[in-house]
């Protein structure tokens, strides 16, 4: 299908989401409960979304329960993690600093960060600032590393920090010559918060300012050692780690894991702030039109599909297609996506694993696409 500049054309709704002004359709509504209460019923602990388009509003929905043990219900207040959505934040701010001239995006990454465990790389001076965004740095990955998951594992409420999580690629040759093709790392976005460190002095407090503050995102949080013991109305976090079909509680772990991590992960939002943010950057509200064109240069994969932009994934939905960011966790898991030629934008959020093989997990493999067939077709 033909492409268009997504963020700068406007579109007409599509018929499926045509209602009352200001009205998410009853039918799509009760579409959506249905699937969520099938999936709540194979023993996922909580499901939520919000989704928007200029026509309909806002419509905000959860089923399930915020924490097991408890009884607590799940309201559209919680938060959840967000995981690898907190890339797309990510880079905006390195963006941002690329438009008020802090960095260039072809500016080579040593420039800013000088680490043993960097350094002693043959290559990393060839690695620029723009193949960490769009993940053709060749970098290998931190968080799969046996001995960073064996600290981890033995030792799983320490909050560790980025250079200390990184260093753990210190022995470590890189995957494959910069910038010759796209593989995904989680590394080269924890890399990016120590750029943005660099730059700025402290990059949550640059995040709160060009982003949470200018969009009010009052129920966006980074997660941090500082704060580890607020309770920001965060969902439990379950994993079913026996094998058994049982979601078990690893909230601590979950958390404390997600709190070590910046730039690749560490933040926790609303469902609807997570909406607020992808509508203010497509809009052009934290962003210029043509920084907004750059992230949309996507790298293709192996098999020549388009894959990754500067922040952000490129889904083909074989009906249509979107443009955003999933994120995937032990005790987490949610997508955050903008439909353009439907004109909507949708985060669906859940408390449960999305990471890790499980039964649960195995049974629920088709929800996001059941909830986006609900909501949109």
Request: glycine content about 6%.
């Amino acid at each position: 299908m033909k492409q268009l500049c997504i963020w700068m054309l406007p579109l007409l709704m599509a018929s499926t989401l045509q209602s009352q002004k200001n009205e998410f359709p009853g039918e799509k509504r009760e579409a959506v409960k249905t699937v969520f209460k099938k999936y709540i019923d194979m023993g996922i602990p909580g499901l939520a979304l919000t989704v928007y388009s200029e026509e309909t509003g806002f419509w905000s929905h959860t089923e399930g329960v915020a924490n097991i043990e408890e009884n607590i219900s799940l309201t559209n207040d919680h938060m959840f993690y967000l995981q690898s959505v907190a890339k797309t934040y990510m880079a905006v701010a390195i963006l941002r600093l690329y438009e008020k001239g802090k960095l260039d995006l072809n500016d080579p990454i040593t420039k800013y960060v000088n680490y043993q465990w960097l350094n002693s790389k043959d290559g990393i001076d060839k690695i620029t600032v723009r193949m960490l965004l769009n993940h053709t740095s060749g970098l290998p990955e931190y968080t799969t590393d046996a001995l960073l998951v064996s600290r981890i594992i033995q030792d799983p409420l320490t909050v560790l920090g980025v250079p200390e999580m990184l260093s753990y690629i210190d022995k470590k040759t890189l995957d494959f010559e910069p910038g010759s093709r796209y593989t995904y790392r989680n590394t080269n976005y924890a890399l990016l918060s120590l750029i943005a460190d660099k730059v700025t002095g402290d990059h949550i407090a640059f995040m709160q300012k060009e982003i949470f503050k200018k969009l009010k995102l009052d129920s966006t949080k980074v997660l941090s050692k500082n704060n580890i013991d607020k309770n920001f109305n965060l969902v439990g976090a379950y994993w079913d780690v026996l094998q058994e079909g049982i979601p078990t509680n690893i909230s601590k772990l979950q958390r404390a894991n997600v709190s070590s991590m910046k730039g690749d992960d560490g933040m926790v939002a609303s469902t609807k702030d997570a909406v607020l943010f992808m509508k203010g950057l497509v809009s052009g509200k934290l962003l210029k039109a043509k920084t907004l064109e750059l992230m949309q240069e996507f790298v293709l994969n192996e098999e020549g599909e388009k894959r990754y932009g500067l922040g952000i994934q490129y889904y083909d939905l074989d009906v249509t297609y979107a443009l955003g960011h999933s994120g995937g966790g032990i005790g987490a898991g949610c997508v955050l996506l903008y439909l353009p030629e439907l004109d909507a934008i949708v985060f669906i959020a859940t408390n449960f694993n999305t990471m890790m093989e499980s039964p649960i997990r195995k049974k629920a493999e088709n929800l996001q696409m059941d909830i986006l067939m609900a909501l949109f077709m």
